[in-house]
């Protein structure tokens, strides 16, 4: 399989002032489309090529770094893109999954301050995540493009915390960046899709 960039699901300045224009074009422009030409000029000639994008993931966890790193940040950002909608967030969230992070996380207020926490306490670039593993709902944190997926779980939400996912908009403030995404950012049907599927 090919890596492509999609297009934004949301013209560049739809997040504003949550997430700028700017931020934007860098991040999606830039740096996502860093990871699909690496990530194709990485599988060329290997057992991946061609193979389906999460069995890349999966595959090359631990064994080829130059190809997960790239299949893994695109990934993970072919979802961001889709994590985040203008006027996100909130707490109306489809039925089912608010169940959900009421049973297994206790509740949607603790749900964020937990998952802000996991993104603020992990060092360095990564990110957080909300995921499903055995059934039950969880908040982890990884380092740069590792995501849940290689760990035997699926993620339904995750926010990058890698620096230039937020460092225009809010300088060294990632605790406010996370604030902001779970308040405003957040697009629970999408998040819902996931979790259908998990």
């Known amino acids: 399989m090919t ?22 074009e860098y991040h999606h422009d830039k740096h996502h489309q860093a990871y699909v030409t690496n990530g194709n000029n990485a599988i ?16 090359s ?5 130059a190809v997960f790193n790239n299949a ?19 707490n109306k969230l489809p039925g089912r999954l608010e169940k959900k992070i009421t049973e ?36 982890s944190k990884t380092a740069n493009g590792e995501s849940p997926l290689v760990h035997g779980a699926t993620p339904i939400l995750g926010c ?3 620096e230039h996912s937020y460092y225009i908009d809010y300088r060294n403030r990632r605790p ?11 697009n629970w049907e999408y998040v819902d899709q996931l979790f259908s599927k998990a």
């Open 176 to 186: 406010d960046y996370l604030k902001a995404f779970v308040d405003h950012l957040v």
């Open 3 to 24: 890596f492509t960039l999609p297009n934004l699901p949301y013209a560049h300045d739809a997040l504003a002032p949550h997430m700028s224009k700017e931020t934007l």
């Open 160 to 162: 990058d915390v890698w």
């Open 44 to 59: 060329k000639g290997t057992e991946f090529e061609g193979k389906p994008l999460e069995e890349i993931v999966k595959g």
């Open 104 to 139: 297994d996380l206790g509740g949607l207020e603790k749900f964020k301050t937990d998952f802000a926490a996991a993104g603020v306490g992990q060092f360095g670039s990564g990110w957080c995540w909300l995921s499903v593993k055995n059934g039950k709902l969880e908040i």
């Open 72 to 90: 893994g940040q695109h990934y993970n950002h072919l979802h961001f893109w889709n994590w985040m909608k203008p006027n996100g967030g909130g």
């Open 61 to 65: 966890f631990g064994k080829n770094p």
